[in-house]
């Protein structure tokens, strides 16, 4: 054990020769703030992070890099030309789930090119919806007719499609009117079809 030179041990034991109060002391860590010790951490995580390279990926971070990369370049450079108005749509429908929904649209505005002018003729496209097409008969023969069809009149559909958009058909009859007037009416079967 080494000895201590006597003002050293003056110093630790008060002069005094009895057991001296130490004054613990603090490490440079200790003395910063809990916040600048988090921040540290932070940064030394980082750099970890950046010798093993990983990188940073947000949808907005992805979005802001595109934007920056697409303003960064000079006018009159390639890649700079306006994009077609189609090609904006195309994305906002993409986007919204709207693609299905405005194709089948297309293909009922050209219905009777589309079915044929016999079946057109007694049946009209009323609604889609989650691939189901309701079309609706001029009566009660016809949308038997048309069930029993609906195989054959799905695939013509789905043909001009080029995949496979309505997966069921559903066929109703013809709105008729309402024979129940007033306050007090009868339950019973009522009027039958003599609409055709």
């Known amino acids: 054990m080494t000895e201590l030179p006597p003002e050293d041990e003056d110093q630790i034991s008060g002069g005094s020769?009895?057991?001296a109060d130490v004054e613990p002391v603090e490490s440079p860590a200790a003395r910063r703030e809990p916040a600048q010790l988090a921040r540290d951490a932070m940064d030394r995580a980082r750099e970890s992070a950046k010798l093993r390279g990983a990188a940073k990926s947000s949808p907005r971070r992805a979005r802001r890099d595109a934007y920056a990369k697409r303003d960064a370049t000079a006018p009159f450079d390639p890649g700079r030309e306006p994009l077609p108005m189609s090609a904006s749509?195309?994305?906002l429908l993409r986007r919204m789930g709207w693609t299905e929904t405005v194709e089948v649209a297309?293909?009922?505005a050209r219905w009777r090119e589309v079915i044929g002018d016999r079946i057109a003729d007694h049946?009209?496209?009323v609604s889609f919806?989650?691939?189901v097409l309701t079309l609706r008969a001029?009566?009660?023969?016809?949308a038997t007719q048309l069930t029993l069809m609906s195989g054959q009149v799905r695939h013509r559909i789905n043909e001009e499609f080029g995949r496979e958009?309505?997966?069921e058909l559903k066929v109703t009859g013809p709105i008729t009117t309402s024979w129940t007037r007033g306050q007090r009416t009868v339950k019973g079967r009522g009027p039958r079809d003599t609409y055709g």
């Open 17 to 19: 020769g009895g057991v």
């Open 89 to 91: 749509v195309e994305a």
């Open 106 to 108: 297309a293909v009922t």
């Open 123 to 125: 049946c009209e496209p």
């Open 129 to 131: 919806d989650d691939g």
């Open 138 to 142: 001029s009566s009660t023969a016809w």
């Open 165 to 167: 958009v309505v997966r």
